[in-house]
């Protein structure tokens, strides 16, 4: 179920990249109606892992610039609460029970929760790790689904306006998906990387701790 859940937005974009160019026009005269319709859609496919959030934000940048960033955050919170509410449906409550049969990793695991709010920001502060993928696994681990959106939604923040940023800058939607971060913006790349460090040492770092704690 993980690896399909990484393999359905690669497959699913591809589609919806190819609708998006062929009505590129019609969607840049949509009114405020037909776009909220169209997020909410999104919500969905998002949630069921049928659309990568990156895409997204790119796409709201270029339809829609800084405006539509509400639109992308209200998205990105249901699509994040769907995501939850199918991992647990799908494989948490499966994946819970039987981790919790091992007394080191249940140890573990609670470790893990008293540093919730850290975790669930870092991985979403990831520009590597799937959005879908770690739906699964944060609700295999349950976290309160409080905590949960919240998180969530502290940690997508910085990575979604800077993605929204850099769909405002390209010129034509091809352009825009043949090369999302090599725009005018010149440190892109840059700070994708120092993201990437950020995001792998913090986790690393809270795995470790939590390693050492059971052990104790």
């Not at 840059?190 to 913090?202: E, M, P, R, S, V």
């Amino acid at each position: 179920m993980v690896i399909l859940s990484a393999l359905l937005p690669i497959l699913a974009s591809t589609g919806i990249t190819v609708l998006l160019l062929y009505f590129e026009s019609e969607l840049l005269l949509w009114n405020n109606w037909q776009w909220l319709i169209l997020y909410f859609g999104v919500s969905i496919l998002m949630g069921f892992a049928l659309m990568p959030t990156t895409l997204m934000a790119f796409l709201t940048g270029y339809f829609l610039g800084f405006e539509g960033t509400p639109l992308m955050i209200i998205a990105y919170l249901i699509a994040s609460y769907i995501g939850y509410q199918l991992g647990l449906f799908l494989e948490g409550k499966k994946i819970h029970k039987n981790l919790l049969e091992k007394p080191k990793v249940k140890r573990f695991l609670s470790s893990l929760k008293e540093k919730s709010w850290k975790l669930i920001i870092l991985v979403r502060l990831s520009p590597v790790l799937p959005f879908s993928v770690m739906n699964l696994v944060l609700s295999a681990i349950r976290f309160p689904l409080k905590i949960f959106l919240i998180g969530s939604f502290v940690g997508m923040m910085p990575r979604t306006l800077f993605t929204i940023y850099i769909g405002t800058k390209a010129q034509t939607l091809k352009s825009l998906i043949e090369n999302r971060t090599t725009t005018d913006f010149p440190y892109s790349e840059i700070i994708i990387i120092l993201l990437t460090i950020i995001t792998i040492f913090g986790i690393g770092r809270m795995v470790r701790n939590s390693m050492k704690e059971i052990k104790e």
